[in-house]
């Protein structure tokens, strides 16, 4: 906006505006943050807030909006969550002491991917900062949680590899160095990543060196430069936690594409997008938030090591032997707090007293879980314990220099202990002192002057005063007191003694305050020395925690400690359950299957009817392998494991709205992941591939799917389908299986086993299913009656008869002869007919509203006398 004849408040605000263009600029003005021009019009909107204008009475009155300096924090937090940035303008000198034109600059800039929220439902949550730079062979990413100063950084080969390390990390924010394809950025914006530039950095900085100290490849190390530059830029104070960035390959771990980690809803119920119903809020027992979240890096990062898999679980093991050091270890565990955010905040120089307060109880509960320990005589346990380095000097400096109560500010004194510092106690004694004069002086001009009611009070304005009710002002010796205020019914007064007085109490307090705030600011920076002390003991505590975690839901449950072996991919799943599943059933009520993919099993083919549980049993698989690969114990009898490299899913019916493709495209998508990166070692899961299309087409992809999965991959694959023809493939590939979940019919009335039993299903049941649902009479008299002549006609069905015969063991050699259809033409199905049909048995209940159902029906009503 071109301006002439700025006032000089304004000619500042645009010099600091211009630096910060892609930013709401939040400009101090006394107790407000103030938002000028294009910024107030938008601000206003999207935080409701009323839109004034400044010099109203000029050609051009500047929009403005106001928020409250202490009510800051939210209005920074919501603009943040909705991906904008948020510039922190403060005055940067007192306005009663600044000569002309208050300085101002900026404090601090808010991002998304550096938004710390306080918000206790989001204590398990990490906020990540990600950088990615191009170089000449490959993508360096490297990522923080600015709460807790971690660094981790890797290099990748494709775009599409970053996008889903990105996805899969849930940032909020990507600092990119490079040049966005209109497809990348429209991908971007739409997985709601804000993309920001990255800063230009001029000299050396300390903490780059320090948090690029191990890294050895130089992409790594380009983009940890980068992550740090910007946090330095942003924050704009001391970040003395930040960590040593770890580098890591994504091929170190169980690798799940972003969409694999939704599918199996490891941390999100697909449904709500809330933790309830995840694998997540299953294995969740952890007592500190810091636990809380190192499981759910846990679950995004299951390991390949056998060791160090061995190791968690002997942990677990110990917790589970071990019951009441486990109950001691949980007691104590809840008086520990974010230990990870509270060494954050003692880094930024914003902790208060009551969170160093907190820090010190963290600390003081390490020791009762070390004696726990110690009683329990468990070598596993003994061996974790030895490691931990319980900190006690910092507790102890901390209860012993701060009150047991402190208030929340720290500039207004009554923080530190008596006995602390010397002077301090002496400013406090002639507080007291002049105080106890006050009362003696108080009893003694009431005898003095006879005046019974007479007060000495205290105002800001005033001061200390005499103050005497209306009634007793005759007996006021006028020549000791001068008057300062009159009230309705009392004067006010002063007496130089009274003054000389108060100037010694006003300036002990001031001194006292002032020299608190001096001693609580050399006990934070001496407890800041021991930032990366507090960090690994933080780290510490969280493991714990989560093993205890894992204890808790393993025992409650009735979990198994999975065996590992890596001589082969077997696998063998005796009883298995799915862990989700059973907690939201009554107890006892789901039915255990075993899942024994050994012996040259490599795909088992899935059928059964709708309803019956395929899905369940699939996914259960996939979570059992998860679960045993983050070191938790899993729900079964026995387990006996293979190591899994990656996972594959196409299951569920969700469109993916990030790229904007249809389902069937995103099935497809899916699926080519799976046929081109899986390898022996992987576990693909596909639940009816192929229904995304018309009948023939999906039956013929499917089939030539499993195929391939059987020739040329060889993973271990879960296949659930309804096109009962596929199940004609177990005679040509040695290595598939039938499979089916059981059902059986009693009284005309479907019974569900949840039962997976050898060999392919003999009916599907689709109709039973439908009169589940409670479609109308009608339409499920005319599907049976129509189901009845398409199995009269067998096979005749031409395309149907050429499908089956492709996969089944003579198609390799011979040419399917269609055989001609029956000569009685009014048994013959209509096509609308033969659709309908289709569309019936391919309908998915579970996607539709009653309403849809009802609507659908009706269309089949009007199709089917339009026929007849
Ligand atoms: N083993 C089991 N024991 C008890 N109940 C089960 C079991 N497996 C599944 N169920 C119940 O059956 C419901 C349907 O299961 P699931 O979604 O796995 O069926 P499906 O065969 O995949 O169906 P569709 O083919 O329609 O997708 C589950 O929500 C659960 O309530």
């Not at 010099?15 to 263009?21: A, D, F, M, T």
């Not at 971690?150 to 080969?157: C, M, P, V």
């Not at 795909?603 to 709708?610: A, D, E, M, Q, V």
């Amino acid at each position: 906006m071109a301006q002439t004849n700025l006032t000089p408040m304004m000619e500042q605000y645009h010099e600091i505006k211009k630096q910060y263009p892609d930013a709401f600029l939040f400009y101090r003005v006394g107790d407000f943050y103030e938002l000028f021009e294009d910024d107030a019009v938008k601000g206003a909107q999207i935080l409701e807030l009323t839109l004034t204008h400044r010099s109203n009475k000029a050609e051009n009155p500047v929009p403005m909006a106001g928020v409250p300096h202490v009510a800051v924090q939210s209005y920074v937090d919501t603009l943040v969550e909705k991906g904008y940035k948020v510039a922190l303008c403060e005055q940067l000198e007192d306005p009663k002491k600044a000569k002309g034109m208050v300085k101002r600059g900026i404090i601090q800039l808010v991002t998304p991917g550096t938004l710390m929220n306080d918000k206790p439902s989001e204590a398990k949550e990490s906020n990540y900062l990600t950088s990615v730079v191009t170089t000449k062979s490959c993508f360096g990413l490297a990522y923080s949680d600015l709460s807790t100063g971690e660094i981790y950084a890797t290099h990748l080969k494709s775009f599409a590899a970053v996008s889903n390390e990105l996805l899969s990390l849930r940032t909020r924010e990507v600092v990119f160095n490079g040049h966005l394809s209109d497809k990348d950025s429209d991908f971007l914006h739409k997985a709601n990543i804000t993309v920001s530039e990255p800063v230009e950095l001029t000299g050396k900085h300390a903490e780059i060196s320090f948090a690029e100290q191990n890294l050895t490849n130089s992409a790594e190390k380009a983009a940890v430069k980068q992550l740090v530059g910007y946090l330095l830029q942003t924050q704009r104070r001391s970040l003395a936690h930040l960590q040593v960035a770890k580098s890591y390959e994504v091929n170190q771990y169980l690798q799940m594409s972003h969409t694999v980690r939704d599918n199996l809803e490891l941390t999100a119920s697909a449904k709500t997008g809330k933790k309830m119903g995840s694998l997540f809020w299953v294995l969740d027992k952890t007592h500190t938030a810091m636990g809380g979240r190192l499981l759910k890096q846990w679950l995004a990062r299951p390991l390949l090591s056998v060791e160090q898999l061995n190791k968690r679980q002997e942990m677990v093991q110990a917790l589970i032997d071990e019951y009441f050091t486990r109950e001691n270890i949980n007691d104590a565990l809840k008086g520990v707090y974010d230990l990870e955010r509270l060494t954050g905040r003692i880094a930024f120089g914003n902790v208060n007293a009551r969170e160093l307060l907190q820090l010190a109880h963290s600390l003081n509960a390490v020791p009762t879980i070390l004696t726990a320990i110690q009683k329990a005589d468990n070598k596993n346990l003994q061996n974790f314990a030895r490691q931990i380095d319980p900190l006690k000097g910092i507790a102890k400096l901390i209860t012993d220099t701060i009150v047991d109560q402190p208030p929340v500010l720290t500039t207004e004194g009554g923080l530190i202990k008596d006995g602390i510092d010397s002077q301090l106690d002496r400013y406090r004694d002639a507080m007291n002192n002049g105080k106890k004069w006050l009362t003696e002086m108080e009893q003694d001009e009431r005898a003095k002057t006879g005046i019974e009611n007479l007060k000495v009070g205290y105002n800001k304005v005033f001061g200390y005063y005499i103050q005497v009710t209306n009634s007793n002002k005759g007996k006021v010796p006028s020549d000791r007191y001068t008057r300062k205020q009159t009230l309705t019914n009392a004067e006010r007064y002063i007496t130089p003694e009274l003054k000389e007085h108060e100037n010694l109490i006003l300036e002990a307090q001031t001194k006292s305050t002032d020299l608190e705030y001096d001693l609580f600011v050399k006990l934070r920076e001496e407890v800041k020395k021991y930032i990366p002390a507090l960090q690994k003991l933080a780290g510490q505590v969280a493991e714990l925690d989560v093993f205890c975690s894992f204890a808790q839901v393993a025992e409650d449950n009735n979990y198994c400690r999975p065996q590992f072996h890596t001589d082969n991919q077997d696998v063998k799943v005796i009883m298995g359950r799915h862990p989700v599943v059973e907690q939201v059933m009554k107890a006892g009520s789901f039915i255990p299957n075993d899942v024994k993919l050994t012996e040259n099993t490599d795909i088992f083919l899935i059928t059964g009817p709708n309803m019956s549980g395929k899905s369940t049993y699939m996914r259960q698989m996939a979570l059992i392998a998860v679960m045993a690969q983050i070191g938790s114990f899993v729900p079964a009898d026995s387990a006996d494991l293979p190591i899994f490299d990656q996972i594959f899913t196409r299951i569920g019916a969700a469109d993916d709205l990030i790229s904007g493709q249809s389902t069937f495209m995103v099935e497809m998508t899916e699926a080519n992941d799976a046929l081109q990166h899986a390898t022996k070692r992987s576990l693909v899961l596909f639940d009816e591939i192929g229904r995304g299309t018309a009948t023939y087409d999906g039956m013929a992809l499917a089939g030539a799917i499993v195929q391939y999965l059987h020739d040329e991959v060889g993973a271990k694959v879960l296949f659930a389908t309804h096109f009962h023809e596929l199940t004609a493939m177990e005679q040509t590939l040695s290595h598939l299986k039938n499979i089916h979940v059981g059902a059986t019919e009693e009284n005309g009335k479907l019974i569900f086993l949840h039962k997976i039993l050898p060999g392919p299903a003999d009916q599907s049941y689709g109709i039973h299913v439908a009169q589940l649902a409670g479609l109308p009479r009608k339409v499920l008299r005319k599907a049976t009656k129509l189901l009845n002549r398409l199995e009269a006609q067998g096979s005749n069905l031409g395309p149907a008869s050429t499908q089956l015969d492709l996969f089944s063991s003579a198609s390799e050699t011979e040419e399917a002869v269609p055989v001609e259809t029956p000569s009685d033409s009014k048994d013959e199905l209509t096509d609308k007919e033969k659709d309908i049909l289709d569309e019936i048995s391919n309908l998915y209940l579970a996607d539709q509203t009653p309403l849809q159902v009802m609507q659908l029906v009706e269309n089949w009503q009007e199709d089917l006398k339009d026929e007849n």
